[in-house]
């Protein structure tokens, strides 16, 4: 993608946030009225997915399962993805750079270098850092026979519900892998979004 935004690579995670009103300060940076979630606590991520307060039934429907490829591309379509801070105890963000982020995703389907991790079974999961990240063998297996596809990877062992803790994967073939376009991982509604954070290796037929 010859005009990628240089502050965010493949590879990286963004705070989804839910948005309101848009303002210009004059001579500053762009404003977004945050309407959730409460970040109190966490560190400071200087990367966020805005998302306007008008799809919110998106996150019930995810929550559900009830979420193919289509509908999170329409949703998507709405996103941007940004460069800034939160301010005035977290009811603005302030921005200093965004870009739409479905373009980014599609773009950087190509791009090689991901890293290539293999789904442990004993675990039924991979290990993109020191913690696992949970797919079910149901997940991994469907990833494995469609080309393409997104779905809830993991849902919270003790409850069953995606709403307290939830992963969801799109994957997509490319040569002898399957690329993880976009990770979703929810705590408590509060959703950490990777682009393009892995690779795994495609299973041959026995």
């Given at each position: 993608?010859?005009d990628?935004?240089?502050?965010?690579?493949?590879g990286?995670?963004?705070?989804?946030?839910?948005?309101?009103?848009?303002?210009?300060r004059?001579?500053?940076?762009?404003?977004?009225?945050?309407?959730?979630?409460?970040?109190e606590?966490l560190?400071?991520?200087?990367?966020?997915?805005?998302?306007?307060?008008?799809?919110?039934?998106?996150?019930?429907r995810?929550?559900?399962?009830?979420?193919?490829?289509?509908?999170?591309?329409?949703?998507?379509?709405?996103?941007?993805?940004?460069?800034?801070?939160?301010?005035?105890?977290?009811?603005?963000?302030?921005?200093?750079?965004?870009?739409?982020?479905?373009?980014?995703?599609?773009?950087?389907?190509?791009?090689?270098?991901?890293?290539?991790?293999?789904?442990?079974?004993?675990?039924?999961?991979?290990?993109?850092?020191?913690?696992?990240?949970?797919?079910?063998p149901?997940?991994?297996?469907?990833?494995?026979?469609?080309?393409?596809?997104?779905?809830?990877?993991?849902?919270?062992?003790?409850?069953?519900?995606a709403?307290d803790?939830?992963?969801?994967?799109?994957?997509?073939?490319?040569?002898d892998?399957i690329?993880?376009?976009?990770?979703?991982?929810?705590d408590a509604?509060?959703?950490?979004?990777?682009?393009?954070?892995?690779?795994f290796?495609?299973?041959?037929?026995?």
């Amino acid at each position: 993608m010859a005009d990628a935004p240089d502050w965010i690579h493949p590879g990286e995670t963004a705070t989804l946030l839910w948005h309101g009103a848009r303002a210009e300060r004059p001579g500053g940076p762009r404003m977004y009225q945050v309407s959730g979630p409460a970040l109190e606590g966490l560190p400071p991520a200087p990367r966020f997915l805005l998302a306007p307060t008008e799809r919110e039934d998106f996150a019930a429907r995810l929550y559900r399962g009830g979420v193919g490829l289509p509908a999170l591309r329409d949703f998507l379509s709405e996103c941007r993805v940004a460069l800034g801070e939160l301010i005035d105890d977290g009811a603005f963000l302030a921005v200093t750079a965004e870009a739409p982020v479905l373009p980014l995703i599609e773009a950087w389907k190509a791009d090689p270098g991901r890293p290539r991790l293999p789904y442990l079974e004993d675990l039924s999961a991979f290990m993109p850092a020191e913690m696992p990240l949970y797919v079910d063998p149901a997940a991994h297996a469907a990833a494995q026979r469609e080309r393409e596809l997104f779905r809830m990877a993991w849902a919270c062992d003790e409850c069953g519900d995606a709403a307290d803790a939830g992963v969801f994967l799109w994957t997509a073939h490319q040569g002898d892998g399957i690329r993880v376009c976009l990770l979703i991982h929810n705590d408590a509604g509060i959703w950490q979004v990777s682009l393009h954070p892995f690779e795994f290796p495609k299973e041959t037929a026995a």
